[in-house]
């Protein structure tokens, strides 16, 4: 005869399969990888999705006749497209991350640490664009309806977005001078 122990309810087996995953000492390391992984992955498209768009609109904005470029660049900056209502150009790139926030919590310093968040900062030094990060953090996240938001945003410098969100903005090595070949010496400015 079958053995007829009634099966624990749905939700019961749920919290059986998850909860020893979630618990388990590995799972902290390994979700900073996963969202970590995230944001290199987009430190390396960072640049060609800003230059795609700008080199399009900059081209077009430069064979027009000097007295239309103002006219031009405040239309593709006011009218909107989309469902989104975005402008035709639109140098802040909003990006709806791939994070669940129900089963994660990161503190700032964890995301200021980890290798892709400075990768990803590191980019934006270069090109000298601000980084915003919302709905990440275990404060901002719970009880909030929105999911992770990536804000990259060329209308501010980095140093202004470190001003407006210096929690997050990890401490970067200066950047490497240029080596004069000439004179075997750095270059000071």
Known sequence: MADETPKPPLGQRLRDLINPALEDER????????????FGQIADN???M????LSSFFNHVSSAPERKKTPIIINALTVAQGQEGEPAFNPIKKLQ??????????????IRDMPG????HEVCRDMDISIKLMSMTTEESKGSLM???LILDASKSYNDGAIENAQ?????ADKPKPFDKKTGQ???F
Do not use: N
Request: without cysteine; hydrophobic residues 40%.
């Open 168 to 172: 997050l903005y990890p401490q970067l």
């Open 97 to 110: 991350l791939p994070v669940s926030t129900s089963f994660t919590s990161f503190s700032a310093e964890d």
């Open 46 to 48: 960072v640049p060609k």
């Open 50 to 53: 800003f230059e795609r768009e």
């Open 186 to 188: 750095e270059f000071h």
């Open 27 to 38: 799972a902290k390391p390994l979700q900073s990888q996963i969202v970590s992984d995230i």
């Open 117 to 120: 968040w400075i990768k990803l």
């Open 147 to 149: 999911p992770p938001l």
